[in-house]
């Protein structure tokens, strides 16, 4: 299958720092990025969706100007949390999604390994 | 809205005793698709299977089978003789087009497999 890679695997940061986080697909273009947030023994949670060269649509709840997307080309998304502070530490997992057929359903959505952010 | 249900959260076995996990999905729309992942502690999610809504055909691959139920939105997946490394969480999932075509997870369940 289709490798997706994220960068930095783990950060530690002081609270009120900017930290960015890659997400890359390697073998292939990705038509479309997300970004999932998983709290301690929790399940994945959608943040929000990118597609590249537009803005990301951002789920419910989810702060647009504390969590910036940029999906700037069609093989890296960037996830930057501003001003992190503690209650932002969690798994952040990227996902990416190529198109494979005309019928987008059938559009196959890999992950990557995730980073798990830890803000003090 | 679509959502799906893992009512276990936690289940512990013995090596060698199968294990169900069930799963239950809502979704308006007729054609979906459902998932499996698998996700041990290191974080990274593993692909188990995906199906669709009209192929409810039981799959078996090795050690794991899965028995999709439309009549009763269920997709429950089983490991047979279960070993320690299948220790994780697993997750349901399911997409759907009237929910954006994004995928909607469970709130999953841990199996701890004891020696």
């Known amino acids: 299958g289709a490798v997706v890679s994220q960068h930095p695997s783990w950060v530690i940061c002081k609270s009120g720092t900017s930290v960015k986080i890659e997400c890359r697909s390697l073998?292939?273009?990705?038509?479309?990025m997300f970004w999932y947030r998983q709290f301690p023994k929790q399940s994945l949670m959608l943040m929000a969706t990118?597609?590249?060269?537009?803005?990301?649509?951002?789920e419910q709840g989810v702060e647009k100007d504390k969590f910036l997307i940029n999906h700037a080309s069609l093989t890296l998304s960037t996830l930057t949390v501003t001003s992190a502070h503690p209650e932002d530490s969690s798994f952040y997992i990227c996902?990416?999604?190529?198109?494979?057929?005309?019928?987008?359903?059938?559009?196959?959505?890999?992950f990557g390994p995730g980073t798990r952010l830890t803000v003090l | 809205a679509q959502k799906v249900t893992q009512a276990q959260t936690e289940i512990s076995v013995v090596e060698k005793e199968d294990v169900t996990l069930d799963c239950v999905y809502e979704t308006r729309d007729t054609t979906y698709y459902l998932f499996w992942y698998k996700q041990p502690p290191s974080g990274e999610l593993v692909f188990l299977i995906r199906r669709n809504s009209f192929d409810e055909q039981n799959e078996i691959s090795g050690r794991y089978s899965w028995n999709f139920q439309k009549s009763t939105s269920s997709f429950n997946f089983t490991i047979t003789a279960s070993q320690v490394v299948d220790s994780a969480v697993y997750f349901c999932a399911l997409r759907a087009w009237a929910a954006g075509n994004k995928l909607t997870f469970g709130g999953g369940t841990r199996v701890l497999v004891k020696p």
């Open positions: 990118s597609n590249e060269g537009s803005k990301a649509t951002y």
């Open positions: 073998d292939f273009q990705a038509t479309t």
């Open positions: 996902s990416a999604r190529f198109l494979t057929s005309g019928d987008t359903m059938l559009n196959e959505q890999f």
